[in-house]
């Protein structure tokens, strides 16, 4: 295929040409900009490669393009409450006054201040005591928030990866005050289950814990086999055995349409499996098995020896059967266990009991 772009891509977030509709991102694009519509927040859970990202993407892109819209996305690791009163200090129709009470009560020393405030230059000088606090954060950013929507904007906040901090859990307290006083202030987050359900324990968060979470699964197993013939120039049937082996794994469909992509004229869909299994380990199972505790762990090794993922099967291997339930809630929680068949156990990650065998030891 020599000369061409390879249509496939491992960037997180990116899709391309390759990008598979599964309708969460038009559902939550739709909510928001409908004005019949009581839904401020969004949650987006499922497993690492799965494709919560590109959702993520998809909203924060078109609603950008969308007019009437300030979308801000932030870094999950960041200090997300200056950071976004700073993003919309640059906007021309907030006060610079605003903006300049905000960021001089940061500071603890006399001195010359210089700040940028939408395409004005504003310098102040101000004396402030060390720890005296002339403003809020809370009340600067509503102010702000106030000033968008009479403007006839509303605000959308977004955070990829969303994981329990400090910062976090202050800008989580901030937007559900704002929600509650009725501003159309908006959020949409991605993360791991375990990590969003981290926020569950703060009271004042109960907004958040009780917002519609959207659990994105395994692609369509039809689409894929759709993509690849369209993007590989296969037939069905070639095409249908690449399906096969992705498992309709977000990130392994792209991984092997990548290999598939690029591989020698000469070389059969056999051959490109080492490489595939070498990224999937490396890029994927690798964070996904971190990420257990012993006892998941444990449980996770038992159903990949036990082949038949029968309970019963996967029980006789345990050390402690009578912990089954508990980590067996927990992995399906965490998206890495399928348990929708009664008294069967399935993981549906293409080469993942290789990957316990090589590696679950380490």
Same mark, same amino acid.
């Given at each position: ?21 599964? $309708? ?26 799965? $494709? ?9 892109? !078109? ?76 009340? !600067? ?14 605000? @959308? ?14 800008? *989580? ?39 519609? !979470? ?18 590989? $120039? ?10 096969? @082996? ?12 990548? *290999? ?31 990420? @257990? ?55 549906? @990650? ?13």
């Amino acid at each position: 295929m020599g000369g061409k772009i390879d249509p496939f891509t491992r960037t997180p977030g990116i899709a391309g040409k390759a990008y598979i509709d599964n $309708g969460i991102a038009d559902e939550i694009i739709e909510n928001f900009c409908s004005d019949e519509s009581a839904k401020y927040v969004y949650k987006i859970t499922g497993l690492r490669g799965s $494709g919560k990202s590109v959702e993520y993407s998809k909203i924060i892109r !078109t609603l950008k393009e969308k007019t009437g819209w300030l979308v801000y996305p932030l870094s999950a690791s960041g200090d997300a409450v200056p950071t976004l009163i700073s993003k919309l200090s640059m906007e021309k129709f907030i006060d610079s006054t605003v903006a300049t009470t905000s960021i001089s009560s940061n500071t603890s020393v006399g001195g010359n201040i210089h700040i940028v405030s939408g395409s004005e230059t504003v310098n102040v000088s101000k004396t402030l005591k060390p720890n005296e606090q002339l403003y809020s954060e809370e009340a !600067t950013l509503t102010s702000m928030i106030n000033s968008a929507n009479k403007k006839k904007y509303k605000v @959308l906040i977004g955070i990829d990866d969303i994981a329990k901090t400090p910062e976090m859990v202050k800008l *989580l307290s901030i937007v559900g005050s704002m929600i509650l006083e009725g501003l159309p202030v908006y959020l949409v987050v991605t993360g791991l289950s375990e990590n969003i359900e981290d926020f569950s324990n703060e009271k004042n968060l109960s907004f958040f814990k009780r917002a519609d !979470t959207k659990e994105i699964r395994g692609l369509n197993r039809y689409d894929i086999t759709f993509m690849y013939e369209k993007l590989l $120039g296969v037939d069905a049937k070639e095409a249908r055995k690449i399906e096969s @082996l992705s498992k309709d794994y977000a990130y392994a469909y792209q991984v092997l349409g990548s *290999l598939y992509f690029s591989k020698k004229a000469s070389d059969t869909l056999e051959d490109i499996i080492p490489d595939f299994e070498r990224i999937m380990y490396k890029d994927s199972y690798d964070l996904i098995w971190k990420s @257990l505790t012993p006892g998941e762990k444990e449980l996770v090794t038992c159903i990949c020896k036990s082949k038949s993922g029968k309970a019963e099967d996967i029980k006789k291997l345990m050390s402690n059967p009578g912990s089954y339930s508990v980590f067996r809630d927990r992995l399906i929680n965490k998206h890495l266990v399928d348990g929708d068949t009664r008294g069967y156990l399935k993981i549906q @990650l293409p080469s993942f009991d290789k990957f316990v065998e090589l590696w679950g030891e380490d």
